[in-house]
């Protein structure tokens, strides 16, 4: 190891998963996830469940990530930890974490945030977009345009002014009769289905902002309609209603995304966060790319969905920049951007 070496461990507790990666001069060298089954009889994360979880597997998922990167403890220049945003719970197992541990070694504390770090997943592995881009961010809890000029220079551009499209994911599927986490379930059924088959409404709001809560209501008076004639209507149609409720919720992500590039005229396009690991989006996104000329980036699976290896990059930028926290620092569950 050089002297010069930016060596950070990086820990993500925001929600279900409990992750840690270690980041050597901006190259992640791996990223440990450790995800929390618990939920799954509950139908969604019951936040108490999560950070108990947190609490469990954050030690061995660190020790995991330090042993398996070939570096030791003593070769760390700093801790980074998601601050926010996410749940609260979660969240101060990491960061309590992280500060003891880097009192223990004297080094500095790197916070970051959540959703500028999805947006730096792209630059973890090549071909990385070039400034300035515009990334469309998509998980359970959010939904936004963001335009990045640069490694930490973003500016939310739209977003949802209700649920979050993986939230409308979920609750779409729960009415199907879908076990939780619902969305990849709707994806799976939607690729046997017509997208055609049924029409939903498309929510138009002012801007690039969007609005998913009006889908879940149409749905939810669409099929008491339909059970009422036929109580095995969902079983019937399942695919197609699958197919149809995933073609609107793309179609509803899309169109404020080229009302985006046409605004700000930028043509290299990126995509972030869990949702972004549906095969519908991924596949009408690269369609659409190829007939706009877009260069679209889209980060592999494993860097989509909550994990460190993207808290690390963002924090490999922040160390570059001298950007650190003192021990009094304090998560926040709803952290701006």
């Not at 880097?102 to 080094?107: G, P, R, T, Y």
């Not at 792209?122 to 070039?130: A, G, M, Q, R, T």
Request: proline share 5%; hydrophobic share 40%.
């Amino acid at each position: 190891m050089g002297t010069k070496d930016i060596t950070i461990l990086a820990i993500e507790s925001s929600c279900d998963e409990t992750s840690a990666s270690i980041i050597l001069n901006g190259k992640v060298l791996n990223n440990i996830v450790a995800t929390q089954s618990v939920h799954e009889k509950y139908g969604g994360v019951v936040p108490e469940l999560a950070s108990r979880a947190h609490q469990e597997n954050l030690i061995p998922v660190i020790h995991e990530a330090i042993s398996t990167s070939g570096i030791s403890k003593s070769d760390l220049t700093a801790v980074a930890f998601t601050r926010g945003p996410g749940l609260m719970g979660s969240l101060l197992v990491g960061v309590s974490f992280a500060k003891a541990f880097a009192q223990s070694l004297n080094i500095p504390l790197i916070d970051v945030n959540h959703m500028q770090a999805h947006v730096l997943a792209h630059f973890i592995e090549d071909p990385k977009p070039k400034f300035p881009f515009i990334c469309l961010t998509v998980s359970g809890g959010h939904t936004q345009l963001v335009l990045v000029k640069d490694y930490l220079q973003m500016e939310v551009i739209g977003q949802t002014q209700d649920d979050a499209v993986g939230e409308a994911f979920d609750k779409t599927a729960k009415l199907l009769g879908l076990p939780y986490p619902g969305g990849p379930l709707i994806d799976k059924h939607a690729k046997e289905g017509n997208p055609k088959a049924f029409e939903f409404p498309i929510t138009r709001m002012p801007g690039l902002n969007y609005s998913f809560s009006g889908i879940k209501t149409a749905v939810l008076y669409f099929l008491r309609d339909k059970l009422q004639e036929n109580p095995k209507f969902i079983e019937e149609n399942l695919n197609d209603l699958c197919a149809s409720i995933q073609y609107s919720l793309i179609q509803m992500l899309l169109i404020k995304l080229k009302e985006a590039v046409k605004e700000y005229k930028v043509k290299e396009i990126a995509i972030a966060g869990g949702v972004s690991a549906n095969s519908g989006l991924r596949n009408t996104l690269t369609q659409l790319a190829k007939e706009k000329g877009w260069n679209l980036y889209i980060p592999k699976f494993e860097y989509c969905t909550d994990n460190a290896a993207m808290i690390a990059m963002a924090a490999h930028y922040k160390y570059l920049q001298g950007e650190f926290v003192g021990m009094d620092v304090t998560p926040l569950a709803k952290m701006k951007f």
